[in-house]
Nanobody, 115 residues
């Protein structure tokens, strides 16, 4: 069974940084892509960043230049480095892995940006 385990969320002041981790239970090479989504209360889940099997990346306009998604293949882990955090970045962040036939989700990790 495929499992995704996120970690690294927390409370940080505006302008601060956090690094989220998503560890997969199988080789990350099995996935077409791995992405980070976020969702706030009353809002739709939105794509934050995605890294494809070949290594190409894309970002939501709201996080470009501040967030970076990277992949560590030997550790089967994808990271989301978040810098210059803003209060509007507050949300539950979810890791998503896209397999050949289905997608897998982690349990989510809370990120709160507040002074």
């Amino acid at each position: 069974q495929v499992r995704l385990v996120e970690s690294g969320g927390g409370l940080v002041p505006p302008g601060g940084s956090l690094r989220l981790s998503c560890a997969t239970s199988i080789s990350i090479a099995n996935f077409r892509a791995v992405a980070w989504y976020r969702q706030n209360t009353g809002k739709q889940r939105e794509t934050v960043a995605i890294i494809a099997h070949g290594g190409s990346t894309s970002y939501a306009d709201s996080v470009k230049g501040r967030f970076t998604i990277v992949r560590d293949n030997p550790k089967d882990t994808v990271y989301l480095q978040m810098n210059s955090l803003k209060p509007e970045d507050t949300a539950i962040y979810y890791c998503n892995a896209k397999g050949a036939l289905q997608e897998y989700w982690g349990q989510g990790t809370q990120v709160t940006v507040s002074s």
